[in-house]
């Protein structure tokens, strides 16, 4: 039986890697998924959820629009990474294919309600407002989540929006430590991790020899999406964020961590959206989150590569 995911989403071009990569694996049922305002406004980020399902051919995937702002913050977007339509690189067309009716936040409850217990794994990779959202208005979707697999948090790689936080936990910092707390088998994809997993020239170059339109797009997200990150850090190519928490649930033997407390700075701006990872175990906090720090960066990429060329 393949394992039932919800993935809520701010696309993003490596957000739409990640839902190419879960289209592509037939592991996975993605039962729906919920845009929320992150990267680029809402407007932008279900726009270009609907049009990423249709780049794999999946006009069929239930698509919600969710919150279009924080829970208490301003919205913070990315344009300066992701461009203007947050997901510059390819010209891909319109998308035709209908948003559903109904927020994300109640898609999210009543799919976790509906399904039998332990069978939904939602799989967050942009700041947490909808899921936070659905946690406050259902609380016992808590127990009866199989998991929560996120993208977001930084420990030993620090921050990339401020010196302290990453992006997603950054936007809605009092989102993310409603879903921190709420006692949810959690499994959180850092950028400790995502560091580690760099869209180099060849591996770029690998979507671009499938002659695929999926493939030939994905090359031009990538190549879009690295400059900035490139520039920063000097690297060959940038880091893949969101591909890494698909990729997890598909073989997680390609990750190591620890089952640590982490926790989030909702209070001092300096270190706002902070993930305070225990690491080192020198709180007796509870263990709340299996951080994970480590990646076969070239195994993820054989996964990522073997599964678009199948679109
Ligand atoms: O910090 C990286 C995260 O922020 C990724 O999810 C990226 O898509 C942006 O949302
Ligand atoms: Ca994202």
């Known amino acids: 039986m393949p394992r039932k995911i919800i993935i809520d989403t701010d696309p993003g071009q490596d957000d739409a890697m990640a839902i190419l990569l879960a289209l592509a694996s037939p592991e996975l049922e993605v039962v729906g998924i919920t845009a929320v305002a992150g990267n680029v406004p809402l407007a932008l980020t279900q726009k270009n959820a609907r049009m990423v399902c249709e780049l794999a051919g999946r006009a069929d995937i239930p698509v919600y629009a969710g919150a279009d702002r924080p829970l208490k913050r301003e919205l913070v977007t990315a344009e300066y990474v992701h461009g203007k339509t947050g997901l510059d690189g390819p010209v891909l067309p319109e998308p035709t294919m209908q948003l559903r009716d109904g927020h994300g936040a109640d898609f999210i409850v009543d799919t976790i309600m509906a399904e039998p217990e332990g069978e939904v794994t939602l799989c967050p990779l942009a700041p947490l407002t909808n899921v936070a959202m659905a946690l406050e208005k259902e609380p016992r979707i808590a127990g009866r989540l199989r998991e ?72 031009q997200m990538m ?64 263990k709340n989150a299996l951080w994970v720090r480590d990646v076969d960066a070239d195994g993820f990429f054989e996964l990522l590569t073997e599964r678009v060329g199948r679109l």
Request: aromatic fraction near 8%.
């Open 148 to 219: 929560i697999v996120l993208m977001g948090g930084g420990c030993f790689e620090g921050g990339n929006v401020t010196p302290a936080a990453e992006f997603n936990i950054y936007v809605d910092p009092e989102a993310a430590d409603i879903v921190l707390r709420a006692g949810v088998p959690m499994t959180v994809v850092p950028l400790d991790v995502t560091h580690k997993t760099l869209t180099t020239a060849s591996r770029v170059a690998r979507f671009r020899d499938m002659g695929t339109r999926p493939g030939e797009a994905a090359a």
């Open 223 to 286: 190549e879009f999406f690295e400059r900035f990150d490139e520039q920063k850090y000097g690297t060959d190519g940038g880091p893949l964020h969101d591909p890494n928490v698909i990729a997890y649930l598909l073989k997680p033997e390609l990750y190591s961590g620890r089952q640590i407390n982490v926790e989030i700075e909702t209070s001092s701006e300096l270190t706002m959206g902070m993930t305070v990872a225990d690491w080192w175990g020198v709180t007796n906090r509870p």
